[in-house]
């Protein structure tokens, strides 16, 4: 569905920080969109948080469920265990 498909960019925090656009769709979860991410960057991303708004985003929610629409900006950081 056209109205569901949109343009989002993730700023990937590896040694540096770089933004990757992805068309997604607003009902794929977080894990989904990790996923692709994983995909298309060679990251492992089971050992990184995705925020928007400074909030952690779960793997099993939508981007919807979340408020995220067209052009919205996340972040995916690695989690460090001390």
Known sequence: D???????????????????GLKVDARETIGEVKAMIQKLEAI??????M???NQRLE???TL???GIGE???LYLCPVYFT
């Open 71 to 73: 052009n919205s900006d």
């Open 44 to 49: 492992p991303t089971s050992t990184h948080w």
């Open 2 to 20: 056209a109205s569901t498909t949109m343009q989002i960019f993730v700023f990937i925090q590896t040694w540096k920080i770089y933004p990757i």
């Open 64 to 66: 919807a469920g979340y």
């Open 59 to 61: 793997d099993g929610r």
């Open 51 to 53: 925020f928007y708004r």
